[in-house]
C-alpha cells in the first residue's frame, strides 16, 4: 500500500478510536507504529514525549506528525497529522449539526446541568494531578500560586486580562530569575 | 471577517497550548470570551461533549465553535488553526533545531510556562465549580441542586481512586454525572 495512505488510515484508526486525548493515545500509537508497523523506534517514541511536553498542542499531533515525517517526509507528516484530526472533526460536526435541538429535550437540558458540573471537577481533578507531577521547588510553586490567584480573580470579576498574557510574564520570569542566579555562567552547571 | 477572526484566535490557542488535554481548556475559554462566539454554559456542555467523543479536546473544540460561527468552512479554518502551530514546531524540531529545545534558555523559560498553566488549569476548575455552586461573586446564591450533584460526584470520584486504587474514567464521571442531573433536576 502507498506509505502516505497507509500513514493516514493508521492514525484515522487512532483517532477514531481513543477517548479523551492525550496519554490514551500514546498506548495506541506505541502498538500500531512501534510493535505493528515498525516505523519508529521506543527510543524516538520516548524522544518524541518529552519534545511533545515542551512544545503546545496534543501530543497524539505532535506524535503523528513526527512519525508521518520520520517515514515520508513532509507529504508524510500532512497525511499522519490528517488521519488523527479527520475522524474527530467528522464527528464533532456531525454533533455540532445537531446539539441545539437536542438541548430544547428538557431530559437533555437537567443532564447537561449535571455535565456542566462533572466538567468543573474534572478540570479540578486534572489540576490536582499536574501539580502532584510538579517540580517540589520554591520557584515553580511560587508561580503556580500567583498564576492560579490572578486567574482566579481575572475570572470571578471578569477582569479584562488574557491567560495568554500570564504565561508571557511567567516564562519572562523564570527566565530573569534564571539569568541573576548566574546558573548559566557556570560551567555545565545545573541549573538552578 | 468571522474566518480571519477564527483563525487568528484558534492560532492563539495552538501556540499557547502547553500542559494536555486540559491545558487548553483555560485559553479557550479566553479566547471564545471574548469574541462572544460561545456563552459560557454552552462552552462547558462542549467541553463534555468533547471529553466523551474521539479526539484531542482542543481540536473537537475547534471543530465545534468554527462550525457553529461558520458552518463547513468554519470549522476547517478553526481546526488548520488550532494544529498548525504544533504541526510547524514539531517540523521544525525534528527537520532543523533537534537541539533548540535543550537550551537552557529555552528550558528556562518552560520552567516558567508549566507552574502557570496548572495555576490557571487549578483556577479554572475552582472558578467553575464555584459558579456552579454559588452564581456570581457579586450575587452569591446557593444552588443546592449544583451542590448535591457536586457532593455526588466527588464521593463517587474519591471512592472509587480509594476502593479500585485507580481513577474513575472522565466518560464514565460524565455519564454518572448526566444521571444525577436528570434524578436531581427531574423531581
Redesign the interface.
Known amino acids: 500500500m502507498n506509505i502516505l495512505l497507509d500513514l493516514f488510515l493508521t492514525f484515522a484508526k487512532i ?9 490514551a ?1 500514546i498506548a495506541m500509537i506505541e502498538n500500531s507504529c512501534i510493535e505493528h508497523k515498525q516505523w519508529i523506534t521506543h527510543d524516538e517514541m520516548m524522544n518524541i514525549t518529552v ?1 511533545a511536553e ?9 506524535c503523528a ?2 512519525t508521518g ?2 517515514k515520508a517526509g ?1 507529504p508524510g ?1 500532512l497525511a499522519a ?1 490528517l488521519g ?2 479527520v ?3 467528522a ?3 456531525f ?3 445537531f ?1 441545539d435541538h437536542f ?1 430544547e429535550i428538557e ?1 437533555i437540558a ?18 490536582a494531578t ?2 502532584k507531577k ?2 517540589k521547588k520554591k ?3 511560587a ?10 480573580c ?4 471578569a477582569w479584562n486580562f ?3 498574557n ?2 508571557l ?7 530573569t ?3 541573576l542566579s548566574g ?2 555562567a557556570r560551567k555545565g552547571g545545573k ?1 538552578g | 471577517m468571522i474566518y480571519l477572526q477564527l483563525f487568528l484566535g484558534f492560532l492563539k490557542v495552538g501556540c499557547f497550548a502547553f500542559g494536555g488535554a486540559y491545558g487548553a481548556i483555560p485559553l479557550i475559554r479566553d479566547v471564545v470570551m471574548s469574541y462572544g462566539w460561545l456563552s459560557g454554559e454552552m462552552l462547558t456542555y462542549m467541553i463534555a461533549v468533547s471529553e466523551s467523543t474521539p479526539g484531542p479536546i482542543m481540536v473537537n473544540l475547534a471543530t465545534y465553535i468554527g462550525s457553529n460561527q461558520a458552518g463547513f468552512p468554519g470549522a476547517v479554518v478553526a481546526t488548520v488553526a488550532v494544529v498548525l502551530p504544533s504541526f510547524l514546531i514539531i517540523l521544525l524540531v525534528t527537520a532543523l533545531l533537534k537541539t533548540a529545545l535543550k537550551n537552557k534558555y529555552v528550558q528556562a523559560v518552560l520552567r516558567g510556562l508549566k507552574p502557570c498553566v496548572i495555576g490557571i488549569v487549578l483556577a479554572t476548575g475552582i472558578y467553575m465549580v464555584f459558579a456552579n455552586c454559588m452564581g456570581s461573586i457579586f450575587a452569591v446564591e446557593l444552588n443546592y441542586n449544583a451542590i448535591i450533584i457536586s457532593v455526588i460526584l466527588i464521593a463517587a470520584m474519591l471512592g472509587y481512586k480509594y476502593f479500585r486504587k485507580k481513577k474513575l474514567s472522565p466518560i464514565l464521571v460524565i455519564i454518572l454525572s448526566a444521571a444525577a442531573g436528570i434524578f436531581v433536576y427531574g423531581i
Open positions: 483517532g477514531l478510536f481513543t477517548f479523551g486525548g492525550g496519554y493515545m519534545v515542551s512544545t503546545p498542542g496534543p501530543i497524539a499531533i505532535n506528525t513526527f515525517y520520520k513532509f507528516a497529522t488523527i484530526i475522524p474527530s472533526f464527528v464533532i460536526y454533533i455540532s449539526m446539539l438541548l431530559m437537567d443532564a447537561f446541568k449535571g455535565i456542566k458540573i462533572a466538567v468543573g471537577l474534572l478540570i479540578l481533578d486534572a489540576a499536574m501539580i510538579m517540580q520557584l515553580p510553586r508561580i503556580m500560586a500567583c498564576c492560579c490567584i490572578i486567574m482566579l481575572v475570572n470571578l470579576f488574557s491567560s495568554i500570564l504565561m510574564i511567567a516564562g519572562i520570569v523564570s527566565l530569575v534564571f539569568i546558573a548559566p541549573e
